[in-house]
């Protein structure tokens, strides 16, 4: 309108929407299977899982670093690059085998941390439910209006969203909506992934060529058991474990792979050569010339007179 106050419009479409709805159909039954019981309870419980993906990589890792230090292996097989000792003060001196074994021990500790945070951070967001939401949240069906399964409707016919539909424990229901991805198969995957990759990378073993990839899938088992677990007690889904074994086996990788450089030293510099700087590192040709010099009386001066690198025919008495 002509000299009035002119309308605000607003819009709501550049408001990034990160509502996450929680909710859950009524009388479905993915998510009806009785409770197992409290975590403690599981036949793989939390202490249990914790105490093995802490303990069983940093003493695998030690006694390889140990046997590494103690039995080295022949001149041969020693990498080219090595690592110095570092003297700190009168009293610290840091050996090659200490240094090996902090940092390794080290960035698995950073990932068993990295994986944890990882992990809840999904299910925080996802809020997916576990397959026995519905048991723990005993929502009045009646109260929400939801009618029970029948020949005309076998499946579920409400997605119920309302906040006090639940009327179990509160601490029971917000612990059944953190399922996916699994945090406990999450941890024994990248324990599991870390301790292989050190095994295979590290260790020499002369004879059979069956040893390490034996060895390795024996640490596979306990992982997949725990899976198996998780969802047989109707804690988890397929999906949930899945998920969480690809998060530990990814995290593993990528700190094998760019971090410690599968578990290889550090040069003495502290910094390794790029292929691009190794390419560039090429053998150089002496020149013929640089190998036979000219005598100094046979260079004359640029006026007046041929090339210094032009030989003169000798002369010849007749």
Known sequence: MAGGRPQLKRSFSIIPCFVFVEGFFCYD???????????????????????????????????????????????????IIGESTIVSGACCRFSPPLRRLVRFL??????????????NAGQVVTGNPTPHFLSVCRPNYTALGCLPPSPDRPGPDRFVTDQGACAGSPSLVAAARRAFPCKDAALCAYAVAY????????????????????????????AFLVGVVRVAEYRNHWSDVLAGFLTGAAIATFLVTCVVHNFQSRPPSGRRLSPWEDLGQTPTVDSRLEKNPRPAGRIRHRHGSPHPSRRTAPTVAT
């Open 106 to 119: 080290g960035v698995y500790s950073f990932g068993l941390f990295t994986t944890t945070i990882f992990a």
């Open 29 to 79: 039954s993915t998510y009806a299977k009785p409770y197992p019981g409290p975590e403690a309870a599981s036949r793989a419980p939390p202490a249990l899982i914790y105490a093995l993906v802490t303990a069983g990589p940093t003493l695998t890792i030690l006694l390889g670093e140990l046997a590494r230090a103690f039995f080295p292996a022949p001149p041969s097989a020693i990498p």
């Open 195 to 222: 301790t292989a990759m050190y095994v295979t990378l590290v260790f020499r073993v002369k004879g059979s060529r069956l040893v390490k990839p034996s060895l390795c899938l024996a640490l596979l088992c306990p």
